[in-house]
């Protein structure tokens, strides 16, 4: 008989949010006439901009004429695209970043799962804790996580706590280390991390000889004007940083797909005979293996973005969720609730009511208020006793919710 990887048998039961869907299917069976309100999944509901539509139109049409059809693309993207990047989301911020250090692709899941793979099958891996689980379970399947104890932390595996008491900033790892994730602003604790927080990493990063995988995939949200978008924002972090970034929550492309990855050419680590190697060219070399490219088409809808109209419209959709945070985060304090995120973020992250667990919470909402959220504890063990709600809802929906979770904590 076939043998399988075993690796995956570690793996905790269900991904986070497939299992958050069977127990709602499980509900909805049993409630079939109960109204739900989903702030559960980080999923954008607001449609895509006008220009993002437009221009996806005319790719459409474009290759339905032989003179104007494409096949393959370039797998790392058309420079169509990464040419806005490089000047709009970096050299707009003082920062540059070459057009063939942006690597576009089909989503940051993806990516932050995959980048794994170009370090060595022992090297240890530290996570914040609570965690967006993509970065620990990719880890788990490659084999690099060790065992689960009872509890479900892994052995080889450095958590860094986040939590009330440290105000959700990561401390740096005390031991050995050669990759961390980092991603703020935070998923699922709303968290940002500023200039300083940041070199602190870049430099520990530096004479760690470790290396940075910054998931930036929520910087459109960031208000306050100090808090840097993108961890090569701090000098020297070209050296030990990769950057996810992703249009699914910039400009609603959660269905539509697209996303980027920035290898700067500068950023090394050893192989097992002691030589820095460039993690570009291995990136590059495991992409044009493994992917095609994104669509051409999707990839022209994401260069609308970068027009004036583009960002005035996805500006006005991120307006719109950063209200329902607010939203959110304002009706549960007034509620007596202890709130944090929702500034800088589209999550809320709460601390669940005395004498109840984040499962518990969860499973009080949907039976008495029908809101689904997300559990804490789903996010790791530190994240036990809170809860995450998000912005990403309908305005009146997100209303109703917060008003029926008002009513249901009264009683
Ligand atoms: C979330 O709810 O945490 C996000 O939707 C996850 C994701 O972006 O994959």
Redesign the pocket.
Known sequence: MARINDNYLRLKSGY??SEIARRIKEFQAAHPDAKLIRL????ATRPLPGAIVQALHAAVDEMGRAETFRGYGPETGYEFLTELIAKHDYGARGVTIAPDEIFVSD???SDAANFQELFSADAIVALTDPV?P?YLDSNVMAGRAGAPDSRGAYDRIVYLPCTAENGFDPPLPDGPVDMVYLCFPN??TGAVLGRAALKRWVDWARSAGAVLLYDA?YEAYIQDPDVPHSIFEVEGARQVAVEFR?Y??TAGF?GTRCAYTVVPRDVTARASTGEAVPLHGLWFRRQSTKFNGAPYLIQRGASAIYTPEGQKQARTTIEYYMHNARVIRDGLETAGLTVYGGRNAP?IWLKTPAGLDSWGFFDKLLNEAHVVG?PGAGFGRYGEGYF?L?GFGDRAATEEAVARIKSRLKR
């Open positions: 986070l949010f559960g999944i980080g999923d989503g940051s899941k967006y993509v998923n699922p995939a992703s699914s929550k959660t999550y997300t995450r998000t």
